[in-house]
Nanobody, 123 residues
Framework: QVQLVESGGGLVQAGGSLRLSCAASGRTFNYAVGWFRQAPGKEREFVAT????????YYADSVKGRFTISRDNTKNTVYLQMNSLKPEDTAVYYC?????????????????WGQGTQVTVSS
């Protein structure tokens, strides 16, 4: 069983940057890894996902061109670099490991989740 721990969240002004990390312990990542976020009173939404090799990525339209997902399999860690942050990016950000090799936005296709890290963007 894998345990995922997110870090790197915090308070930043609009236009600023943050880098989130998702570290796995217990075993290595076997499949794709995704980032999701949930703002107060809203549904959890997909942000980005990356294949096991790191060669393929997919982003939500709302973050495309601003966020970059990457992974370092030697460190068993996945990153989310967030630039040009907007107040609407404020949310708790979660990483999760997929149950499939296929890149998917569907949270039901992810079975191991971290506890989340808060990102707050002030205007």
């Amino acid at each position: 069983q894998v345990q995922l721990v997110e870090s790197g969240g915090g308070l930043v002004q609009a236009g600023g940057s943050l880098r989130l990390s998702c570290a796995a312990s217990g075993r290595t990542f076997n499949y794709a890894v995704g980032w999701f976020r949930q703002a107060p009173g809203k549904e959890r939404e997909f942000v980005a996902t990356i294949s096991r090799s790191g060669g393929s990525t997919y982003y939500a339209d709302s973050v495309k061109g601003r966020f970059t997902i990457s992974r370092d399999n030697t460190k068993n860690t996945v990153y989310l670099q967030m630039n040009s942050l907007k107040p609407e990016d404020t949310a708790v950000y979660y990483c999760a490991e997929s149950i499939t090799w296929v890149l998917t936005m569907d949270p039901n296709q992810y079975d191991y989740w971290g506890q989340g890290t808060q990102v707050t963007v002030s205007s």
